[in-house]
């Protein structure tokens, strides 16, 4: 006879055979959600090894803080809310990059409006990926994960006005290097 393997018919099934330590269980919510979890941890630390160090991190967390997962909201949400903190630990500790700090004194700017264009979610998210570390983990928080400036204050013990300029900056960066990037491609559509 074969090996029988485990059918989780439910997520609800999942968790609690997660929260029996069955490693069938385990290695089923991590084949179902790391690529999702890969994804999250690429958002805020740009050396994927790093990330991928990180999302393994979670994971031992996600295992073993399972208990505390009362079955009530998102399962999948719950984990991606321990890889956010995951990246954030990971950069509070990284103290050679900080964030950038002072801005309060230079004042709000308007947020500009990020136009229309062509750039695929690959090619946009490359380009958040590449933006300085702090203003990086604002824009996440606040236009992905959907945070308010009053509880990026607080994940990043930096204050709502520091959050607000670095969000106002990383759209203004942004929204330069999509212009440039389209300017490029436009270029080389010319070319061909």
Known sequence: MGIIIPLFTSEEQLVRACQKADPKAQKRVYEKYSPKMMAICKRYLADEMEAEDIMIE?????????????????????IKRIMVNEALMCLRSKKKEGFVTGLEQIGYEEEPQISQSNLGAEELMGL?????????TVFNLYAIEGYSHAEIAKELNISEGTSKSQLSRARVILQQMVNKLEIKN???????
């Open 128 to 136: 958040i990926g590449s933006l300085p570390t702090g203003f990086r």
């Open 58 to 78: 979670g994971f031992m967390k996600v295992f073993d803080k399972i208990d505390s997962f009362k079955m009530e909201g998102s399962f999948e949400g719950w």
């Open 186 to 192: 436009e270029y080389f559509k010319r070319q061909n």
